[in-house]
């Protein structure tokens, strides 16, 4: 294994409780982090942001990366750290000209609309995501082994979405009218952005990352058959490419995460992941029947999935959702060495909204809930 | 049974492809009819539109109404007519006061966000929807029994997001808010809704309509759970307050269609209606598995579900892709008396943007398809 990294540049990891649940390994607790963890429900989050002056001033900035990536860390006994940066880095650095407008979603100045656009198309010099790979080192040593660090990427479909619509969409019209009327240039996109996905997260675990996600964000608002043709068959190419082992020696476990994907598990079980993301709409129970596999027998490992807007309500009645998700997968694994675990998540982003109290019930209840279900 | 309209006031049915296949019997031809099939898309809806001024104007217009329910059938062999309507006017009946401002969503003046506000609610006056039933009347006559014609109603939960948010949303957070922190008055608010719905859906009932369709929009922003107790459960009271035979003394199919929902059907097996409608992202030939029935025997009859984003390809392009909807759901019942049928639509409203000659393309390869299909 090469690397830019020498092994012995990071603290040895003192909560693995992530990791082994990521493997399908026995823990004493369900492991939590939410995704956006480091955003702007935390004032801490707020204020670093005026400083760096733009969303892309802060992700550029390693030092100003490095330091919202920690700051739930302070706050919350969360067994997982996750980059700060955004899905559109890699559309980006193909020169799409990304940007945050005020109070909006992101933008691209040249959306890739035409044949010649998508033939202009190229894996980019990762160079050009230098930026990103400090970032993940310089997290790496400030974590100095508390939690592990997990690095991400947009899935090659959802980074596709942004980039011919150039910006969010309600209906998905152009990007949609692309793939069923040009199903070729929509392949040769899709086929570019999933080398360029893979280059992007290799780059990531040998600056440190310990796992890797891959954000379908909008597979989900694909048809039945089209979501199978172009979205995960590109994150199955994504997934063909990655690494294995990281900077420490120790397995990276790779995380697929469709938003609205839950009626496709079982076509979801045969990617060569460990571990699937789920949102709220899905049973945790019925998705452990289908993909979560046996004892000692190979499965997934589960992500998710409660309702972000539960954290809008009173500590008791989070503690009370809290409770209810848990229970619905069950008590993980079986006593022997794997089984099916659980990885406790939101099922999408926090809001920025947020009282940053409600989060502590949330990730206190998660802890202590988990530990009676496996007594 | 009671009717305000004399049983003798409508014209023979001609075409009941669509009423026997929501009953699961035979036809020759897969029924087709599109969610919001009078719509932007047609140049003459946009004239008569400008004409009625506004949106509720023309939507308050029993003339208007009528004239542009019935121009989708000038264009299209279509095989069933909607009420030119909208979802939100029982809420705005409730005195909450919708409007539709220009370029935008609806949006109500007198959003439902707290106790007081929930306590004021109640069932409206169905006089105050008079203009709805006069439309559906005045559209039957006008139909001459050409096709059926379909009456619709949000559902007790869709109306709800709308009623708490004001307007459309992202993330829910008001209603969900509402849900989790204070679900006491959220079930006061739905119990209110259901009633509503179920006396505005008989009135339609009474007025003409022959077939009626409950759409839950939102249902499937929900978290599993929350989706059965705060969704479904009054999508149920509504359905156990109708009326099951209408004004020619023929059965009144109900239908069902939760956007988002294609997880959660085997719950929705239970319900008692005829039909459940299906998004985009359900595999047809699974849910006939699931809740298709078998031959003689209990089952749903099956509505939907092509991506409206089909429209915007070539017309051999829209052709493949009906036929791959038609093939997924496979040879209709079995040559027995009744057995799983199919009904096409979208999986959610036509786009403003649709070149309608591809609606032409879409309607003629149904029913050509359909009909190779069943020999």
Redesign the interface.
């Known amino acids: 294994m090469t690397s830019s990294n020498p092994t012995n540049a990071f603290a040895p990891l003192q909560n693995d409780t992530f990791l082994r649940a990521c493997l399908r390994q026995a823990t004493d607790h369900t492991p939590v982090w939410l995704m956006r963890q480091a955003g702007r429900y935390l004032p801490e989050y707020c204020a670093t942001r005026a400083k760096a002056g733009s969303f892309m001033g802060l992700a550029t900035n390693t030092d100003f990366a490095t330091e919202v990536t920690l700051q739930p860390l302070e706050r919350y006994e969360l067994d997982a750290a996750i980059l700060f940066s955004d899905i559109l880095t890699v559309p980006d650095a193909m020169g799409l000209g990304l940007s945050f407008a005020q109070g909006e979603g992101p933008r691209f100045a040249s959306p890739v609309r035409d044949e010649t656009a998508v033939a202009q198309l190229a894996v980019p010099d990762m160079d050009k995501l230098r930026y990103v790979f400090d970032a993940v080192t310089s997290i790496r040593r400030a974590l100095q082994g508390r939690v592990p660090l997990i690095g991400f990427s947009g899935s090659p479909w959802t980074l596709a979405c942004y980039m011919v619509e150039g910006k969010g969409s309600d209906?998905?019209?152009l990007v949609?009218?692309m793939?069923?009327?040009r199903p070729d240039l929509m392949h040769r996109m899709l086929a570019v952005n999933a080398d360029a996905v893979a280059s992007y997260l290799n780059a990531q675990i040998d600056a440190g990352a310990q796992a890797v996600m891959i954000f379908d964000s909008w597979g989900?608002v694909?048809?039945?058959?089209?979501?199978q043709t172009f979205s995960m068959a590109y994150t199955a190419r994504v997934l063909a490419q990655l690494k294995r082992v990281g900077t420490d020696g120790q397995v990276v476990p790779r995380i697929v995460f469709t938003k609205?994907g839950?009626?496709w598990l079982t076509d979801m079980a045969s990617l060569d992941c460990e571990v699937l993301g789920l949102d709220?709409?899905?049973?945790?129970a019925a998705a452990r029947t289908l993909v979560g596999g046996a004892d000692n027998g190979p499965g997934k490992a589960l992500q998710g999935?409660?309702?972000p807007?539960?954290l809008?309500?009173?500590p008791e009645?989070i503690a009370a959702?809290v409770g209810?998700v848990i229970d619905?997968f069950g008590k993980p694994y079986g006593g022997s060495g794997t089984g099916p675990t659980h990885i406790f998540n939101l099922?999408h982003g926090i809001?920025q909204?947020t009282p940053p109290e409600n989060v502590s019930a949330l990730v206190n209840a998660v802890h202590q809930h988990s530990k009676r279900v496996r007594m």
Not at 222 to 227: E, Q, W
Not at 280 to 284: A, D, G, I, Y
């Open positions: 209906d998905y019209r949609k009218t793939l069923y009327a989900g694909l048809a039945d058959g089209a979501f609205g839950g009626g709220w709409t899905v049973n945790l999935n409660i309702d807007n539960v809008f309500a009173q009645q959702e209810k619905s099922g809001s909204y």
